[in-house]
């Protein structure tokens, strides 16, 4: 079975200064893994994806993330916060041996950005 | 492109009593899915459909819980009866990919239910 464990409930940084959000993962088979953005009181939208492609992702708005299997990790970084940034983020996994696979999100870690 | 709609946005019932969402998908997104998010929690998938077959419905608690996706479109979410922990956002989304091995997948703003 997959699971993700996403460290930081919370994260509070300063506009322009670097975020970074923690994701863990646990899978059975070589694993894809994602990251969404919720907006308050929006849908979730794909920010990037893993899929066995390479180790580094860079997604939109400036966000980019690092698959590191020896870690099992995919933490999601921004060098520099925006306003517009904050927001829930969630880290999702899929994997499996099966045609239909499911994805399995985080708790979700909350960013706040301060001016 | 319009986006996945879902109505209502809001409803708030009293426990024991009945309600449904309705979700219309993206045009051509084969397969649909219905998420329920807890306040605190990531979302968990209650069912997926495959144009109007279930792929996957082994976590909808199904004594109350039941959905359907009859010309594998748009798709109806029921609830009956509510419970007090039912209370949450219930999510539809779709994508053109069945097996979710891109997880592109396309929210719509959810319909956030308030069971007292």
């Known amino acids: 079975a997959q699971s993700v464990t996403q460290l930081d409930s919370h994260v509070s940084v300063s506009e322009g200064t670097p975020v970074l959000l923690r994701c863990n993962y646990s899978s059975s088979y070589s694993p894809s893994l994602f990251w969404y953005v919720q907006h308050p009181n929006k849908g979730l939208q794909l920010l990037l994806k893993?899929?066995?492609?390479?180790?580094l992702v860079k997604g939109i708005n400036g966000f980019e993330a690092e698959f590191k299997k020896s870690e099992t990790s995919f933490h999601l970084t921004k060098p520099s916060a925006h306003m517009s940034d904050a927001a829930e983020y969630f880290c999702v996994v899929t994997g499996g041996n099966t045609g239909f696979q499911k994805l399995v999100f985080g708790t979700g870690t909350r960013l706040l950005v301060s001016p | 492109e319009a986006g996945v709609a879902q109505s209502p946005r809001y409803k708030i019932i009293e426990k024991r009593q009945s309600v449904a969402f309705w979700c219309n998908p993206i045009s051509g997104h084969a397969t649909l899915y219905w998420y329920q998010q807890i306040l605190g929690q990531g979302p968990k998938l209650l069912i997926q459909?495959?144009?109007?077959?279930?792929?996957?419905d082994s976590q909808l608690p199904k004594d109350r819980f039941s959905a359907e996706r009859l010309k594998g479109v748009d798709s109806t979410l029921k609830i009956q009866p509510a419970k007090l922990e039912d209370s949450a956002v219930y999510l539809c989304a779709s994508s053109l990919d069945p097996g979710a091995n891109t997880g592109e997948l396309f929210f719509g703003e959810g319909s956030r239910l308030t069971v007292l």
């Open positions: 893993y899929t066995s492609a390479a180790t």
């Open positions: 459909f495959q144009n109007n077959g279930v792929v996957d």
